[in-house]
């Protein structure tokens, strides 16, 4: 193991917590919770692999650590997916310069300079031929931040509502701008089982096509297919409690609740939990969903006795 490079930290946590109602026989508490961190990475020297030779997480100059940084598709200029001439996806290909050596000027015919990125000291410029194709003779396959796997900000809503003996309380979590590697689209698209899968054994789709985003058609794997926005918005408690106060000799304030906990999540994530990580608290790897048992939903009584 080597000591290198830097990492910034910068953010804000805000609590805010208030009794809104309190008389005698009702209150009303709400409890506000917000984070945002931005995390940045300096010092390293080129793209630092995090997970094995191809791993999709990395860290490089400029990002934030264990972004996703693969292979993408190529597009046409509105934006649609560039197709072989037998329908199938390919990934993006071109030229790799370091900035000492890039040149705009000394640039070959068929390079898109509008389409140029640069990380970690390299410059990525897609090359096309003259068929309007990916350029194959001479070039690469490039790589581009695909997203992050760290929330631009979370945040929690509670309140419980109390009146005389009865409490209703719930909470809402809330988890935003993170992107999740979704490794289980890719493995069931493989075996048949997934919407790419799907279209492809009906006919809407060249034969093949599956494979070519899996790799070993057109190229490697196309990455940038299998990063989703893991964004939600979850139910994560609901619950209700009679407090009996005290019970004969033997108990002070005695109560019986029913608690459901992750009851619904609001999402688009096309896996099962865009919350989980299969390489769970790693500090190298997040966002990362391969057979992953998701979260449960729970459903419990919970008996409270003082005595």
Known sequence: MTNVGKMNNKGIEILLQAQAVRTSDFSWDLGLNFSSNKNEVSGLDGVLS???????????????????FGRYYARNDDGSLLLT???????????VFTEAAYDENALPTGALKDRIYRYAGSVYVPVRDGNGQPLTSGTQELRKVLGNPFPDWIGSL?????????????????????????WNRITGNNVGFGDLAEIELKGEVARGYVASIAGGVTGQRIQEEHIEDGSYIKLRELGLTYNFGRVGRVFENFSVSFLGRNLISFDDYQGFDPETNSAGQNDRVRGDDFGNVPIPQTFMVRVNGKF
């Open 50 to 68: 995090l997970r094995g030779s191809d791993g999709t997480q990395s860290a490089l100059n400029g990002e934030a650590f264990g972004v996703f």
């Open 85 to 95: 001439s037998q329908g199938l996806a390919q990934p993006e290909r071109g030229l």
């Open 158 to 182: 509670s309140s419980a509502v109390t009146w005389r003996k009865v409490t209703f309380n719930f909470q809402f979590d809330a988890s935003m701008g993170a992107e999740v590697f979704n």
